[in-house]
């Protein structure tokens, strides 16, 4: 079993950065998939980013270019660094891992952007 606790997000203005932490309970070498998801208010959860154990990453259209995705397995810790933030990235934000056929998921963290 893995547990996951999300970190760093908060307030902050269009145009700003933030960095979001993803700490796993155990080792995260070995997960085949680790995702951020974001969900607004009113919106379906929808999938910003992804990194294989691989080291492949994926994402939308709508955040390529303004997030990275990393991973640190020696900290067991993934990231989701955003940059260029706009009002619209307003949600809150999850971390899901999958290992095998089972998916994980922490309790999010909010990120909110002013204009």
């Known amino acids: 079993q893995v547990q996951l606790v999300e970190s760093g997000g908060g307030l902050v203005q269009a145009g700003g950065s933030l960095r979001l932490s993803c700490a796993a309970s155990s080792s995260i070498s070995s997960v085949t998939v680790m995702r951020w998801y974001r969900q607004g208010l009113g919106k379906q959860r929808e999938l910003v980013a992804a990194?294989?154990?691989?080291?492949?990453?994926n994402y939308p259209d709508s955040v390529k270019g303004r997030f990275t995705i990393s991973r640190d397995n020696a900290k067991n810790t993934v990231y989701l660094q955003m940059i260029s933030l706009a009002p619209e990235d307003t949600a809150r934000y999850y971390c899901?891992?999958?290992?095998?056929?089972?998916?994980?998921w922490g309790q999010g963290t909010q990120v909110t952007v002013s204009s």
């Open positions: 899901n891992a999958v290992v095998g056929l089972i998916n994980y």
């Open positions: 990194t294989t154990s691989g080291g492949n990453t």
